[in-house]
């Protein structure tokens, strides 16, 4: 497993930005595929993007499609995901998440973070 910390959550306008950063240690990251969710209050936890071992694939769920922007730098450990234009309905707690295997599917991710809250006010 690999031991993840997210950061950069936090409290801002619609049409704002934020860049949340997730950090790992404990295994070698560039092995694992990496995921972002995030779970509104009363709501399933939901997937937002995903990328391969390398960056060069990515995906995301429709619902943020041309707003959010999944990267990783393998050297420092750590995936990132840029948040903008950002609604009210994008508040939720984000988590990022590993798995080894397949970049598309959204099952399998078996290493999580502990979320950080990302509150967006109309």
């Known amino acids: 497993q690999v031991q993840l910390v997210e950061s950069g959550g936090g409290l801002v306008q619609a049409g704002d930005s934020l860049r949340l950063s997730c950090a790992a240690s404990?295994?070698?990251?560039?092995?694992?595929?990496m995921g972002w969710f995030r779970q509104a209050p009363g709501k399933e936890r939901q997937f937002i993007a995903s990328?391969?071992?390398?960056?060069?694939?990515?995906y995301y769920a429709d619902s943020v499609k041309g707003r959010f922007t999944v990267s990783r730098d393998n050297a420092k450990n750590t995936v990132y995901l840029q948040m903008n234009s950002l609604e009210p309905e994008d508040t939720a707690v984000y988590y990022c998440?590993?798995?080894?295997?397949?970049?598309?599917?959204?099952?399998?991710?078996?290493?999580w973070g502990q979320g950080t809250q990302v509150t967006v006010s109309s």
């Open positions: 990328i391969s071992v390398g960056g060069s694939r990515t």
């Open positions: 998440a590993a798995k080894r295997g397949s970049v598309t599917t959204i099952v399998g991710f078996g290493s």
């Open positions: 404990g295994r070698t990251f560039g092995d694992f595929v």
